[in-house]
């Protein structure tokens, strides 16, 4: 037997069954895809409402242990920073994750005896998915801050 003789009994793909494959590839790479691009908007959403939540904790700790006002302030509607800080003093401005923004104005006021004013909900949002978004929720009397698991889902404008 010839060595010509041995690669004629080998078969190898067609065109039409690679072309497939790809094909099948294909699909299969654009739904996992989409579900990977929907998973990161829903975690950028996560990191910025975390961020924001160590943040009102943070500035409600200054105030109590400092024995002073402090203030939380989101300066615009659909705003991707706020500002914190002794509200006497300048107050220090922070980004969140790209991506994600706070759906409205609000200034709260944590004050030495743990008590706070301006404590409306704050709802935090993807830019690209407003359906991706968590409120978080401050008590006046007590000034515990905690996120709303009820307000998971579709928030606001």
């Not at 009994?9 to 072309?19: A, I």
């Not at 200034?107 to 030495?112: K, N």
């Not at 949002?125 to 007590?142: E, M």
Request: aromatic content about 6%; hydrophobic content about 35%.
């Amino acid at each position: 037997m010839s060595r010509q003789g041995a690669l004629e009994d080998e078969r190898g793909f067609t065109l039409v069954e690679l072309m497939l494959v790809i094909l099948l590839m294909g699909i299969v790479f654009a739904i996992a895809s989409s579900t990977w691009f929907d998973a990161i908007e829903s975690r950028k959403a996560d990191s910025a409402t975390n961020q924001v939540v160590a943040d009102l904790r943070n500035t409600h700790s200054k105030a109590t242990n400092r024995l002073a006002d402090y203030s939380f302030v989101i300066p615009s509607t659909n705003s991707a920073t706020y500002e914190t800080g002794p509200t006497s003093e300048a107050l220090v401005p922070t980004s969140l994750p790209d991506g994600t923004q706070i759906a409205e104005e609000i200034d709260v006021t944590f004050h030495s005896d743990g008590s706070a004013d301006g404590t409306n909900p704050i709802t935090v949002r993807s830019t690209k998915d407003a359906a991706k978004c968590h409120t978080i929720d401050i008590n006046p009397a007590t000034s515990r801050v905690e996120v709303d698991p009820i307000e998971v889902g579709p928030c606001g404008p």
